[in-house]
């Protein structure tokens, strides 16, 4: 077994969560730090939010079409039901960067909740490692599937395979920056409100 991915996601991990960690205690070019990639954050995770809700509408209309085809005309489309699963798969993969960077995912609430100081900060940041572990292995073998399936097409949209397997390594990539996001700058409001 090919080990290289699993060793440059764990050192990439550990290098990144060191810095997030450098970088969200201090003042001066480290604050300027913080604010540059939270910026870029805001960006980022603008630019999801619009893709995995373009994403949503593609498929609802793809899928409403396919019922009306069906049922009004009695010509099932041939394309529809592969385009809708093509557009859910992006919604999902790239709207998780909006998760991550707004806490609504599982999350280590109760153990957050009651720590403080050192310990809650270190269990941000094993929460950060572990997210980060995940993504890089979802972006290096998303990666790997989008150019193994290139050459093959998807029935009914006589497009690259590579389209859908696309979304996997790309939501890994914006999800990678809204976690160190989320570290840096925590927002879980509805986990606060949770009764």
């Known amino acids: 077994m090919n080990q290289l991915p699993l060793l440059v996601t764990a050192v990439a991990t550990v290098l990144t969560v060191a810095f997030a960690l450098w970088v969200g205690a201090g003042e001066g070019p480290r604050a300027a730090l913080r604010r540059g990639i939270l910026a870029a954050d805001r960006v980022t995770t603008g630019i999801a939010a619009v893709i995995a809700c373009l994403a949503m509408s593609v498929a609802v209309f793809a899928g409403a079409w396919q019922v009306v085809a069906r049922f009004a005309t009695e010509t099932p489309s ?3 039901e592969a385009l809708v699963r093509t557009a859910l798969i992006w919604m999902a993969f790239i709207g998780v960067a909006v998760a991550l960077r707004t806490g609504a995912l599982v ?3 109760v153990a957050h909740r009651y720590s403080r100081g050192t310990v809650r900060r270190a269990l941000e940041a094993a929460a950060l490692a572990a997210s980060l572990s995940m993504l890089g292995v979802m972006f290096w073998f998303g990666w790997m599937m989008a150019e193994r399936v290139q050459f093959q097409e998807m029935a009914g949209l006589e497009v690259s395979m590579s389209w859908g397997y ?7 990539a914006f999800a990678m920056i809204g976690a160190v996001a989320h570290f840096l700058d925590r927002r879980s409001e509805e986990l606060d409100l949770a009764v």
């Open 166 to 172: 696309a979304a996997i390594p790309i939501g890994a």
């Open 78 to 80: 041939v394309w529809s």
């Open 107 to 109: 999350s280590i609430d």
